[in-house]
Nanobody, 124 residues
Framework: QVPLVESGGGLVQAGGSLRLSCAAS????????MGWFRQAPGKEREFVAA????????LYADSVKGRFTISRDNSKNTVYLQMNNLKPEDTAVYYCARRQRSWPSGVDSEYDYWGQGTQVTVSS
């Protein structure tokens, strides 16, 4: 088990910012890629961003490029998602997940552990 606990969600106005955090337990955090996904009501889960083991390799969905930044602090077993210029269409439950590989991927089936999610609501 690799418990993942997300935090930092909330209600924000359009144009605002939030930073999500995902804390992981265990000693192998720094070995693996981490990703953020989101699921809006009535929609399928979609990829948001991912980072490789060191943080130097990142992937982003086109919808968030230039607005969101994924980063990680391996000394704290934590991955972050800085979200700027938020839009109402960013409203969703955001999940972090671990991929048992060192390089990132945008495919959710390639991630083996998932957090419980944190709600992000962007008002217009």
């Amino acid at each position: 088990q690799v418990p993942l606990v997300e935090s930092g969600g909330g209600l924000v106005q359009a144009g605002g910012s939030l930073r999500l955090s995902c804390a992981a337990s265990g000693r192998t955090f720094s070995m693996y890629a981490m990703g953020w996904f989101r699921q809006a009501p009535g929609k399928e889960r979609e990829f948001v961003a991912a980072t490789g083991w060191s943080g130097s390799s990142t992937l982003y969905a086109d919808s968030v490029k230039g607005r969101f930044t994924i980063s990680r602090d391996n000394s704290k077993n934590t991955v972050y998602l800085q979200m700027n210029n938020l839009k109402p269409e960013d409203t969703a439950v955001y999940y972090c997940a671990r991929r048992q590989r060192s390089w990132p991927s945008g495919v959710d089936s390639e991630y083996d552990y998932w957090g419980q999610g944190t709600q992000v609501t962007v008002s217009s």
